[in-house]
Nanobody
C-alpha cells in the first residue's frame, strides 16, 4: 500500500495561483499513473489532471485546461499541481491518487488516495 500526503492548499483570490504537492511513501515502484481529483460540497468527485508515471502527455479536464499544470518529480515520489487563474468554481477538496494498472484517466478506480487538502478561491 502507498500512503499519499497532500500539501500546499489554502485560500486565494480569483485570478491568483496556488501549487499543490503530493508526497508518496511506500512501494511506488509499480505505479502506472498518478492524478489529482477534487470534490466540491454537494458534488461528485471529479478528475482534474493525470499523467502516466513513465512519461507521455498528461490529461486535463476541460474545466482546468490551460490553467492547471501537473508535473512529477524525478523520483516519482512527488506529484505537483500548479494552478493559475483560479476561479471560485475551483473551490474544492483536492485529492492525490495513484494507479497501478488500468487506464490513466479520470475514473475513480485509483488504488490509493490521499486525505485531501482544501482549496478556497474567493471572488
Amino acid at each position: 500500500q502507498v500512503q499519499l500526503a497532500e500539501s500546499g492548499g489554502g485560500s486565494a483570490q480569483a485570478g491568483g495561483s496556488l501549487t499543490l504537492s503530493c508526497t508518496a511513501s511506500g512501494n511506488t515502484g509499480e505505479a502506472f499513473c498518478m492524478g489529482w481529483f477534487r470534490q466540491a460540497p454537494g458534488k461528485e468527485r471529479e478528475g482534474t489532471a493525470a499523467k502516466y508515471t513513465g512519461g507521455g502527455l498528461p490529461i486535463y479536464a476541460e474545466s482546468v485546461k490551460g490553467r492547471f499544470t501537473i508535473s512529477q518529480g524525478s523520483s516519482m515520489k512527488t506529484l505537483t499541481l500548479h494552478m493559475d487563474d483560479l476561479k471560485p468554481e475551483d473551490t474544492a477538496m483536492y485529492y492525490c491518487a495513484i494507479l497501478f494498472s488500468g487506464v490513466c484517466d479520470f475514473d475513480l478506480n485509483y488504488h490509493d488516495w490521499g486525505q485531501g487538502i482544501q482549496v478556497t478561491v474567493s471572488a
